[in-house]
């Protein structure tokens, strides 16, 4: 081992490195034996363990994805008849799927039996809990689906079903500690620049538009100035334009040829700017329209009017709701709903402390059934009759089984349905074809203390240069019998984010590039990235990466938010209410087959929760 990484701690024994490293591993026609012999974990029959204490690769963990690809790429599986019949199967157990099984029992019959899919070893789909221990105590993150957002603005029918969960998204002030990081002096905010984009490393203290932060940076005087002038944001760059003229200049440029044709920004500064977006979008500034940087109120547009009748579409911003595991908590809560037995309590918040009994999700007695680890590769109706009974075949474990079902709800991902489904007419296909994802990694970093963030001053850092974009404490909630830990000198967990993406290509190739790539990182890379970011930042502040950290665990979502796209002309339905094409192809992708509805994020070009039960209650309403 290289001293650098011994002294980084890459020989440290942390709770678990996946024994694949997170690898992807050949997918084709030979893919359960290549599998087999190189030790993808396949999980045979109920799960036993306790997925969100799992550490390592998770999000599309080893053993969840491959049966999938390999369908996509032809793969044909045997499967034998099983003597179930089920009134509904839903595949997917992500919110989606989950709200679907939840509004079917409300709506259409309170004692349907109802079995839903699910290729990973745990529901939520990328509301994904991650569970920690450490001294006996419990700690968590959120892996994926971060936080109900502006749920005052949310659609009846999926505020309805929030209510329904008992959640009182107003109640957030009640359970967040305000001012904690204030009281112990720590600044809002920081930036880091990295030696290898910027020529040094520099933490600089501020918010990231902060101009003050610029000053002692590496940054150039020329982009120092640039940067600064933009901020300001009091120049017109499109002076003696009429709205149309400017709405044209806006919707046929990324916001950094914006820039850098009409604002004059140069490549040092333009760099700074490419990540500002990833966060919110998954795109980087290159790729994201400048239509979209201006009503996100991204600097260069200075009170520009381009002749958008509708500015106030924006959402009431009321209502945001942080559980410590995201929206893992909402996912749970559906299925403590759907699955009585499963896990104690009744309340909003005792469901953060609440152990599931996973044994328990897939039992003959229960009317509704989750089986994980079960990727779904057929779907059909018996005797090519749209208004007959749906067989339903799915591979766990090598094994493929059809199951029956009088109705489906797919809350899988678009793309795949014409795959694994020859009642998909072609028109449909291609519409579905037409979705597509953005690749995300959450990662999640438990340390034994977090002193050194305090020493230096800051709680969250835009790293504009480096592998992640950036790097927080998590926010300090505490709800039910969960008690963030106050004090700098207990244990803590830190959320990373990193973005995989081809800057230069168009935004969906993009997308597609860096699932790829996400799918070849190794868990060795992330780890390295970790330890020697943490290392860099936080080392000045007396943290030692080797010493500090106790387990990391790595999200990767190479199909992360949902987009659906032009095929003629790649323009991404960013926000669906502003596309300009007349079809919309995420509403042709989505119309009911015979007993087959269609859910999922997909269905609304939306990756949002409310999106995601919208799709849910439509789907189940056109079943009825
Ligand atoms: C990193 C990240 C952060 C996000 N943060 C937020 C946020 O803060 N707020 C917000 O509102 N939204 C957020 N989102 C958007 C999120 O996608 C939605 O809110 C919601 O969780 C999506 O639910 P879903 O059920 O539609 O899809 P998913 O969660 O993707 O669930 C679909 C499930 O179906 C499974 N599946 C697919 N095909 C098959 C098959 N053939 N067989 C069996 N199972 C299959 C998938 O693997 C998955 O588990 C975030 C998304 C990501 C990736």
Known sequence: ??????????????????????????????????????????????????????????????????????????????????????????????????????????????????????????????????????????????????????????????????????????????????????????????????RETFGADHLAFGEREYTGAFDESPLSGSAKEELKRLFADEEDYLAGMTPTERRAV????????????????????????????????????????????????????????????????????????????????????????????CAPGDSMEDIVMARFDYSKLDQETNATRIRLNSTVVGLSHQNGDLDGDVDVTYVSGNKGRTVTASKVVWAGYHAMLPHVCPDVPEDQAAAQGSSVRAPLVYTNVLVRNWRSFVNLGFWRAFCPGSFFHSVRVNRPVSIGDYHFPESPDEPVVLHLQHIPLAPGLPAPDQFRSGGRALLETSFETFERNVRDQLGRILGPGGFDPARDIAAITVNRWPHGYAYSINAESGDVAWMPKRWRHERRPWVDARQRIGNIAIANTDAASNAMTESAIEEAHRAVSELM
């Open 1 to 194: 081992m290289r001293s650098r990484d011994r002294r980084l701690g890459m020989d440290r024994a942390i709770s678990r490195r996946d024994f694949l490293s997170g690898v992807s591993v050949a997918i084709g026609a030979s893919l359960l034996p290549a599998c087999t012999r190189i030790g993808v974990p396949i999980v045979e029959g109920p799960s036993t363990h306790y997925p969100p204490a799992e550490t390592g690769m998770r999000g599309s963990h080893p053993g969840s994805f491959e049966v999938a690809h390999a369908t996509v790429q032809g793969q044909h599986w045997e499967a034998e008849k099983a003597d179930e019949h089920y009134d509904l199967v839903v595949i997917g157990a992500g919110i989606s799927g989950l709200s679907a099984a939840y509004i079917y029992r409300r709506d259409v019959n309170l004692n349907a039996r109802i079995l839903i899919l699910d290729n990973h070893d745990d529901f939520g789909g990328h509301a994904k809990r991650n569970e920690f221990t450490i001294d006996g105590r419990t700690l968590l993150g959120l892996g994926g689906t971060m936080f109900i957002e502006a749920s005052n603005s949310y659609p009846a029918v999926a505020k309805q079903v929030i209510h329904e969960l008992g959640i009182d998204a107003e109640r957030y002030s009640e359970f967040h500690h305000e001012g904690l990081f204030e009281s112990l002096g720590v600044e809002e905010r920081a930036v880091f620049f990295d």
């Open 250 to 341: 806006l919707e046929s440029h990324s916001w950094r040829d914006y820039l850098k044709s009409f604002a004059g920004i140069g490549d040092e500064a333009l760099t700074y700017l490419q990540k500002w977006s990833h966060g919110v979008w998954a795109i980087g500034a290159d790729a994201l329209p400048a239509w979209m940087a201006r009503l996100e109120g991204y600097p260069g547009f200075a009170g520009m009017d381009i002749g958008y009748a509708d500015e106030e579409g924006a959402k009431e911003s009321g209502g945001n709701f942080y559980y410590p595991d995201g929206n893992a908590s909402v996912a749970r809560l559906l299925v403590r709903k759907l699955v009585p037995g």
